[in-house]
């Protein structure tokens, strides 16, 4: 089994920074494959905010592009995003996600969600 912990979610002015990280853990011996974020805001579906390779190769969502980074420290299991220019639309539950294979089992493993508010 494998577990992915997210952190740093808060409130923050409009304009402002945050740096939301994610690691996964597990009992097994396990290999990543894609990692990225996901976000939810009330009463709409979640939809992808960015993802990573293995390999580095990244892709956001046009309403980020310019203002989050994604980045990811495949020694250390880890994914984070840094969120600069922050707008109050972008208020969400934000979830880690990662492409894991764990064998026998190859799927998609979440985290719990972290909640990001932009808000003066």
């Known amino acids: 089994q494998v577990q992915l912990v997210e952190s740093g979610g808060g409130l923050v002015q409009p304009g402002g920074s945050l740096r939301l990280s994610c690691a996964a853990s597990?009992?097994?011996?396990?290999?990543?494959?894609?990692m990225g974020w996901y976000r939810q805001a009330p009463g709409k579906q979640r939809e992808l905010v960015a993802t990573i390779s293995s390999g580095g190769n990244t892709n956001y969502a046009d309403s980020v592009k310019g203002r989050f980074t994604i980045s990811r420290d495949n020694a250390k299991n880890t994914v984070a995003l840094q969120m600069n220019s922050l707008k109050p639309e972008d208020t969400a539950v934000y979830y880690c996600y990662g492409n894991i294979a764990a064998l026998p089992t190859i799927r998609d493993y979440w985290g719990q969600g972290t909640q990001v508010t932009v808000s003066s």
């Open positions: 597990g009992s097994r011996a396990f290999v990543i494959g894609n």
